[in-house]
């Protein structure tokens, strides 16, 4: 089955910098890649995600990067502001309507 | 908007007793919906997948005696937690699909903390 490594399990970072998570998966079939955003006692959310058919894809200070021959996606915030301090979780699919598998979650802190 | 809702949000219960924790989609109809559960500083780990109308099918090492799921209509699935022991105490997640639009994105509700004295 599909497993998902994520790394760093926490990042700090100052105001203003950029912060990047990275993640890899090892089925070869997953072709979606969420990004998930989780606050203290709250479901995720989810920011920005993309598809085996796409390279990049951005969204104002989020971008996610997909690399398909490496098997790993990468998730770049810029500016950062001490509001996306949070769990980041990323997660694949292999199919539509099908469960997702998730890394392991990035714990964000960013200070001012 | 694809809001998923949750009942309760937390949930005290006493050893030995059942607990029933409701899912439903408020403004679209969920093909599939999904349950998880997440133990402190951990990451969600998939319980079982229920499609309206048939029978949920559980990850391994999930008891299906214990964990009930229900998925009743298209826009309500209820996990019941059965003879709930302290271990059990987590935090459950649960999604919901659409089957149409993104097919693949999941629409997660906001959580039930289940605590068991």
């Known amino acids: 089955g599909e497993n998902v490594e994520q790394h760093p399990s926490t990042l700090s970072v100052q105001e203003g910098d950029s912060a990047v998570i990275k993640c890899t998966y090892s089925?070869?079939?997953?072709?979606?890649f969420p990004w998930y955003k989780q606050e203290l006692g709250k479901g995720p959310q989810l920011i920005i995600d993309?598809?085996?058919?796409?390279g990049e894809k951005k969204d104002q200070r989020i971008a996610v990067t997909l690399n398909k021959t490496a098997k790993h996606f990468s998730l770049h915030i810029t500016e950062t502001q001490p509001e996306d301090s949070a769990v980041y979780f990323c997660a694949a699919s292999s199919q539509a309507g099908t469960a997702l598998i998730f890394g392991k979650g990035t714990t964000l802190s960013v200070s001012s | 908007g694809a809001v998923v809702s949750q009942h309760p949000s937390r949930v005290i219960c006493k050893s030995g007793t059942s607990v029933k924790i409701e899912c439903r989609s408020l403004?679209?109809?969920?093909?599939?919906m999904f349950w998880y559960r997440q133990f402190p500083k951990q990451s969600l780990m998939l319980m079982a997948t229920?499609?309206?109308?048939?029978?949920?099918?559980?990850e391994q090492g999930v008891e299906k005696d214990k964990f009930l799921i229900n998925h009743a209509s298209l826009t309500l699935s209820t996990l019941t937690v059965t003879s709930a022991h302290p271990e059990d105490s987590s935090f459950y997640i649960c999604?919901?699909?659409?089957?149409?639009?993104?097919?693949?994105?999941?629409?997660f509700g906001p959580g039930t903390r289940l605590t068991v004295t």
């Open positions: 403004d679209f109809q969920a093909t599939t």
């Open positions: 999604s919901a699909s659409k089957g149409q639009g993104n097919p693949y994105e999941q629409y």
């Open positions: 229920s499609n309206e109308g048939s029978k949920a099918t559980y």
């Open positions: 993309i598809r085996s058919n796409v």
């Open positions: 089925d070869s079939a997953s072709n979606y």
